[in-house]
């Protein structure tokens, strides 16, 4: 990044005190940078013990064979029984865990001790089903209680599981079994998806005619939509209320090694296979459930925390799953889309159930902030006292906008960067000490080491840019890629040697915060100078008439590379009118300087996301290149493209 466009960048002067009551009770204060400056491996030797080991660990970390990590290697415990039973045991049996909310307007609401017996008996099932210790266990199902009850049987008796997100085809679930040789699958015969069912089973079957499927034994079929038409394989298939229902509800929990495998997750990846990322069980636990408690301030005795995730991505088994429910926190798990039936369905289940932590994604909530400011104001939002946001770096306008007609001014919005790989939060803001900056991650957590470097692996100064590392192991660092050890180094461990490169580009600002400047697959090169699609795009979304922006740099004979800008408009605005693109244009000018002003600004209907809400950018560089499309299966809707290409002017 060139130095004059980086002090156009650093521009962003609001900021946010965290709230004095906030503060003065937090669960984590300053301090706990200090203690984890002075004794780093002591720091998370301490929060391990916020778990219960059947085993305690007198190892924190072997590293001696870098970059392959052992965490708390001699301890043994149990994940199911840490977000479970062990709650039950301190008298905590009617805390609700989960309310559940259906897309139809379905609720379920579980209390721990039921949660218990749900567990124990899914635990059961699969033993009978011949799962052992060690057996992969695909999970593909909807947004339901089962779905949790699933994961926690299969870390119960050892058996890693592998979510494959329900909106993934046949195809997709196929490669994912295969890679992982699991012996069941665990799904549904359908969800819902806006207002209507839509089937899951299908894609199962036809998955399993694939070659490299073999080995599934068994494939256990809880009843959702109760939709007709479904396929049975006598001998393999088996309803889940037929054999769960009968098993016993009590279970006893085994120990399993602390890094026995707990789960495999597949990621996607720019090219090439999808990567099964692994995790294992008691670093991984141990920082899930640390971060949890700090990041979220989440006090369970009083909280209700809900993110929005589906438990299909890291973000879902991190945070529905394993971090709140280590600590005992109640909780919201939503099956729908926040748009069905109404654009106010989300404020509506914050004020229903009284939310008091909301966890979601920037693209939710710039779609929020396109239907309107009118939609979350007919709620009452006043339980909300911590807002976070994950996935994408958040443009500033979206922030503050989330922070005031959500939080109504009053919450702290922690930004947390992360990744799948990473297992949990790394960096972030504490919403009871930082003083917050829209748009900007800021600081590792207590315990964690990350920093931006140069193309020669050097630290860059503050005020300077280049790209993000973790510099040092941490407990919920993946262990390798399964199967897959080279691909594990030369990923993540050859680009800067003795560091983990994230793949994101990054700055650092004056005061050292750290700006998350998207992949860096995404940044361009115009005229000589480097620019961030995301940069760009915050500019973009800063103009009152822009609700969202995609950017991408277009092959471009003068200047190397163009910038081409697809943009959204809010409700109201006119995309025909008269001047508008000379008038954004204009305004990212005067936002970042005249080199990064969009040659090109076309107002568009949609943009093309996948289902994690990851803008596919690729897609808009073959359309804005004039190329065939790509690959378009993992699109939420495929037909968005058609949609862009139509509103194209003819090629200019
Ligand atoms: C990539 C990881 C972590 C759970 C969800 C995504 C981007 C994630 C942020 C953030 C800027 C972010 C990065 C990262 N990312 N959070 N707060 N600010 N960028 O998990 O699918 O593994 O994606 O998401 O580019 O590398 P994932």
């Known amino acids: 990044m060139s130095n004059e466009s980086l002090a156009n960048l650093l521009k962003e002067e609001r900021r946010f005190a965290p709230p004095a009551a906030l503060a003065a009770s937090a669960n984590v204060t300053a301090e706990a ?75 379920r609401t579980i209390t721990y001790a039921e949660l218990q017996r749900e567990v124990s008996k899914a635990a059961h099932a699969l033993t009978e089903l011949g799962v052992q210790a060690g057996d992969r266990v695909a999970i593909y199902l909807p947004m339901i209680p089962e779905a949790v ?19 993934f085809s046949a195809d997709a679930l196929a490669t994912r079994i295969n890679d992982a040789d699991a012996r069941v699958v665990i799904t549904a015969d359908g969800g819902y998806r806006r207002g209507k069912p839509s089937a899951l089973k299908p894609a199962v079957d036809e998955a399993l005619t694939r070659p490299g499927t073999e080995n599934v034994r068994s494939v256990l079929v809880v009843r959702r939509t109760g939709q007709e038409g479904i396929g049975w394989t006598e001998g393999r298939d088996v309803w889940w209320h037929e054999l769960v229902e009968r098993q016993p509800e009590e279970h006893t929990p085994q120990a399993f090694d602390a890094e026995h495998p707990l789960f495999i997750l597949y990621t996607s990846g720019t090219t090439g296979k999808p990567k099964g990322i692994l995790h294992t069980t008691g670093g991984y636990l141990t920082q899930v459930s640390y971060t949890h408690h700090a990041v979220f301030d ?30 005992g926190a109640t909780e919201v798990l939503y099956e729908g889309t926040p748009d069905s039936p109404h654009q106010g369905r989300w404020w509506e289940i914050v004020q229903k159930y009284g939310v008091t932590i909301l966890y979601t994604a920037p693209t939710a ?71 917050t900056k829209p748009g900007s991650a800021q600081v590792p957590l207590p315990g964690i080491a990350a920093t931006v470097v140069d193309d020669e692996a050097r630290e860059v100064p503050d005020g300077s840019g280049g790209y993000l590392v973790l510099t040092e192991p941490w407990p919920s660092m993946l262990r390798t890629i399964w199967g897959d050890d080279q691909r594990y180094l030369d990923t993540y461990w050859s680009r800067f040697e003795g560091k983990y490169f994230a793949g994101d580009g990054a700055k650092k600002d004056d005061d050292g915060d750290i700006w998350l400047l998207g992949r860096v697959d995404d940044v361009m090169l115009v005229s000589g100078h480097n620019i961030s ?67 090109r600004i076309l107002p568009v209907a949609e943009l093309p996301k996948t289902r994690s809400g990851k803008i596919m950018r690729r897609l808009l560089r073959d359309v804005a290149e004039h190329r065939t499309l790509g690959d378009v299966t993992t699109l939420t809707d495929s037909s968005v493209m058609d949609l862009i290409q139509s509103q194209l002017p003819a090629a200019s």
């Open 298 to 327: 989440l006090k369970p005795e009083s909280d209700v925390f809900w993110c929005t995730a589906d438990v299909g991505w890291v973000t879902g088994h991190s945070y529905i799953v394993y971090g709140p429910l280590s600590n």
């Open 533 to 599: 699609t995301t940069e760009v795009e915050s500019a973009l979304v800063s103009h009152p008439k822009v609700a969202e922006a995609a950017v991408v740099g277009a092959t471009d004979p003068q200047t190397t590379q163009a910038i081409c800008a697809f943009v959204i408009l809010r409700g109201g605005a006119d995309a025909e009118e008269e001047g508008l693109v000379e008038e954004l244009r204009a305004h990212v000018g005067k936002q970042l300087g005249p080199i990064a002003k969009p040659k």
């Open 365 to 435: 909530i710039r779609a929020a902030m396109k239907w309107g400011d009118d939609i979350p104001a007919k709620f009452d939002l006043s339980s909300l006292r911590v807002l976070g946001s994950v996935g994408e770096p958040i443009n500033p306008e979206a922030w503050v906008w989330y922070r005031k007609h959500i939080g109504g001014d009053r919450t702290p919005v922690v930004d947390t960067w992360w990744q799948t790989e990473t297992g949990g939060i790394m960096i972030s803001p504490l919403p009871g000490v930082t003083e």
């Open 149 to 167: 009850v699933a994961m926690l049987a299969c870390a119960r008796i050892g058996a890693p599981h592998s979510l494959v997100f329900g909106g």
């Open 33 to 107: 940078y200090e203690q984890a400056k002075a004794d780093r491996l002591g720091f998370w030797a301490a929060q391990a013990r916020r778990l219960s080991w059947e085993t305690e660990p007198t190892e924190v970390l072997d590293w001696s064979n870098p970059p392959f990590a052992k965490w708390f290697a001699d301890g043994r415990l149990n994940v199911a029984y840490n977000c479970v039973d062990r709650h039950v045991e301190n008298g905590l049996g009617d805390r609700v865990a989960l309310h559940f909310e259906g897309e139809p307007g379905d609720t």
